[in-house]
């Protein structure tokens, strides 16, 4: 029986992204890699919960005199969770590799924020599952015409035969690249 | 008094499923620590007969034997057991329904309680939009069961996982008083609380084989016999007693969870129409 059995691997961290899923390599080792396929990392949320609003330390000693006008501001920090994910229950991270999405600025190694909780409406870009496997692409859906478009010349798209379906993962929101 | 009991469906593998999907639709199973037992069997991998908690390397000799007998074995995918990741997809799963009602208790890493009074939707309505939430939020499918205690939620949960008809909401309070009666009859009480073989084995010398039987039987009297397996009100069948509708608060996945994010929430921002 071609049976699969993966040995334990426990959840790999990497340094503020929260726990990464387990996305084994041995199971897709034997395939050739797809143009682009992410790779989900997961766990926005627990990014949020740990980060989430420690109380606010007073850098000055109490003022026995005219109080700093700063004081007032200082819990105004930015919040990249709230700011990045509106709802953090439905959001993921996944890790592109591939370059077929590099026209709209999607490069390989690029982190992509996913929001499952949004529409796939026509002209967002997706994380789209064909064949089993996921991959990136813009979603042209106008006219009964469904197809997913590649950024880029030497990619075709991916159009939708009749009766095949098309599952969309969830909606990319925002790239975040190294520089 | 209408109380939603929410469960995930074959949660361990479902998790699975939703990050690798070329897994969707396939007999998938998850492995306890050190891959010794089966502890999640994706719905195919239930209809192979694989059992919970049976030995991984039993379950593969037999298919294997049936592989022989019969010339291709069904494809079973072994996976080893992922907490990390399924305590995070606990998580979001209880946030999202937490918006559903301010009123919610976390029963186990995938189900939880929530009370649903007071909402302006029938309760039906209500469980059929949190079901689609989750799904289209996580990816993960659940079934949800509705009555008028935590009892017989957790029965009516139970029928909507068994029959696909009542499309993952099942609501005892559309049913009369017969069908009820026609639906608990066949169900043993150890298959509603699984893994509770031996409070299954108490109930019985109780005389307490079915669903049926439990509604029936006098809460006192269950309490007094199985107060020790009972200890968080697990059964109190009729409604007649308090603390079946009421939701344990503080919850048990409360010390696990961060100070600031969590139940707290529910409480302060509750957002009972939800409308994702």
């Keep these: ?179 | 008094m209408p109380v939603a009991l929410v469960d995930c469906n074959s949660f361990y593998a479902s998790c699975e499923q939703v990050f690798q999907p070329r897994l969707q639709g396939r007999a998938v199973v998850v492995l306890s620590n050190n891959d010794g037992c089966v502890v999640a069997r994706s719905r195919e991998a239930k209809a192979l007969g694989i059992k919970m908690g049976e030995p991984w390397f039993q379950v593969r000799r037999r298919l294997q034997g049936q592989g022989q007998g019969q010339g291709q074995a069904e494809e079973v995918t072994a996976l080893s057991s992922n907490y990390a990741l399924y305590a995070d997809m606990s998580n979001r799963v209880m946030r999202i329904l937490g918006r559903f009602s301010p009123r919610q208790e976390v029963y186990s890493i995938d189900e939880s309680f929530l009370e649903l009074d007071g909402l302006p939707e029938p309760p039906e309505v209500i469980g059929q939009r949190i079901r689609s939430t989750v799904l289209r939020w996580t990816g993960l499918p659940v079934c949800v069961g509705i009555g008028p205690t935590k009892t017989l939620a957790k029965l009516a949960n139970h029928l909507a996982k068994q029959d696909p008809a009542w499309a993952g909401v099942c609501d005892l309070a559309v049913l009369d008083a017969g069908e009820v009666k026609r639906l608990l009859a066949p169900v043993p009480v150890g298959e509603v609380w699984g893994g509770g073989q031996r409070l299954a084995h108490r109930l019985g010398a109780l005389g307490i084989l079915t669903a049926l039987d439990l509604r029936r039987a006098p809460s006192k009297r269950i309490r007094q016999h199985a107060s020790v397996m009972l200890g968080r009100n697990r059964l109190e069948p009729r409604g007649a007693d308090r603390s079946d509708h009421q939701l344990h608060q503080p919850r048990r996945r409360e010390a696990a969870r961060p100070a600031g994010r969590g139940c707290g929430d529910h409480g302060r921002d509750p957002q009972p129409c939800l409308s994702p």
Excluded at chain 1, 32 to 54: F, K
Excluded at chain 1, 92 to 104: E, I, K, N, Y
């Design chain 1, 1 to 179: 029986m071609p049976e699969r059995v993966i040995r334990p691997n426990p959840a790999r961290l990497e340094p503020g992204l929260g726990v990464i899923a387990n996305r084994v390599h041995s199971l897709t080792a034997s395939k050739p890699p797809a143009a682009t396929t992410a790779e989900p990392l997961g766990a926005l949320c627990s990014l949020a919960t740990r980060s989430h609003r420690p109380l606010t330390r007073l850098r000055w000693p109490v003022q026995a005199g005219f109080p700093s006008p700063a004081e007032d501001d200082q819990d105004a920090a930015i919040d990249l969770n709230e700011l990045l994910a509106p709802h953090p229950e439905a959001c993921f991270l996944l890790r592109v590799r591939g370059c077929s999405m590099v026209d709209a600025g999607i490069d390989d190694g690029d982190l992509l924020l996913v929001d499952r909780a949004l529409e796939p409406s026509h002209g967002r870009i997706v994380i789209a599952v064909v064949d089993g496997e996921f991959t990136v692409k813009r979603l042209h859906r106008q006219a009964q015409v469904v197809r997913l478009e590649a950024a880029h010349a030497q990619y075709p798209a991916i159009e939708l035969k009749d009766g095949q379906e098309l599952q969309v993962w969830g909606v990319v929101t925002r790239v975040i690249k190294s520089v």
